[in-house]
């Protein structure tokens, strides 16, 4: 059975500080990868995903994730977090076989910024 | 291209009613799962339509349930309440072809007095 684990349920840092929120899944089989992010009082938002090809996938502002099939890890970091990125962060998978299948999510990392 | 849309966003009820939460997916989109999110047990499955069919259901009880229309729109009910169903529920919608790349709705905040 698939299940993601994400490390850290809270990562306070400052402003402009490099982050790296941490993310591992089990799964028998290949797999999709997700992160979404979930802004105050709102619903989660796609904020990067791994399908297939390079294991390094970049998100719009500025996030990255790398797929490490190894060590069964896709762990997200930003080189400069602003006040803006404050935010739940859920890591997910999904399997590649299935197109009936159930996305499994981590239990979040809520990410806050201090000024 | 409107987004998911779900009604009502806040609402509230008494142990043992009932409740139907409704969602709108975005246009095309033919897939529509739900999700509880709670600040104890975070996103949990609860079933996924597709076409109408469901063709995936989470581990909730029966008082759980879902339908989906001909247009796509979603609805969940959920029997009997009890004060743990007290939670955020989340819709989502995808076109169906690649698993968990999925567009949610605000969610519609369930609270059970």
């Known amino acids: 059975a698939q299940s993601v684990t994400q490390l850290d349920s809270q990562v306070p840092v400052f402003e402009e500080a490099p982050v790296e929120l941490r993310c591992n899944y089990s799964s028998s089989v290949s797999v999709y990868l997700f992160w979404y992010v979930q802004y105050p009082n709102q619903g989660l938002q796609l904020l990067l995903k791994?399908?297939?090809?390079?294991?390094l996938v970049e998100s719009i502002n500025g996030f990255e994730a790398e797929f490490n099939k190894s060590q069964t890890s896709f762990h997200l970091r930003k080189p400069s977090v602003h006040i803006s990125d404050t935010a739940e962060y859920f890591c997910?998978?999904?399997?590649?076989?299935?197109?009936?299948?159930?996305?499994?999510f981590g239990s979040g990392t809520r990410l806050s910024i201090r000024p | 291209k409107a987004g998911v849309t779900q009604t009502p966003r806040y609402l509230i009820k008494t142990r043992g009613q009932q409740v139907t939460l409704s969602c709108s997916p975005i246009?095309?989109?033919?897939?529509v799962s739900w999700y509880q999110q709670t600040p104890g047990q975070g996103l949990q499955f609860l079933f996924e339509y597709f076409s109408e069919t469901q063709r995936n259901k989470g581990n909730f009880p029966g008082r759980f349930s879902g339908r989906q229309f001909s247009n796509s729109r979603s609805e969940m009910n959920v029997s009997t309440l009890e004060l743990g169903d007290s939670a955020l529920y989340l819709c989502?919608?995808?076109?169906?072809?690649?698993?968990?790349?999925?567009?949610f709705g605000e969610g519609s905040r369930l609270t059970v007095l």
């Open positions: 997910a998978v999904s399997d590649r076989g299935s197109s009936a299948s159930k996305i499994i």
């Open positions: 989502a919608s995808s076109l169906g072809a690649v698993p968990g790349e999925l567009f």
């Open positions: 791994y399908l297939s090809g390079s294991t």
């Open positions: 246009s095309g989109h033919r897939s």
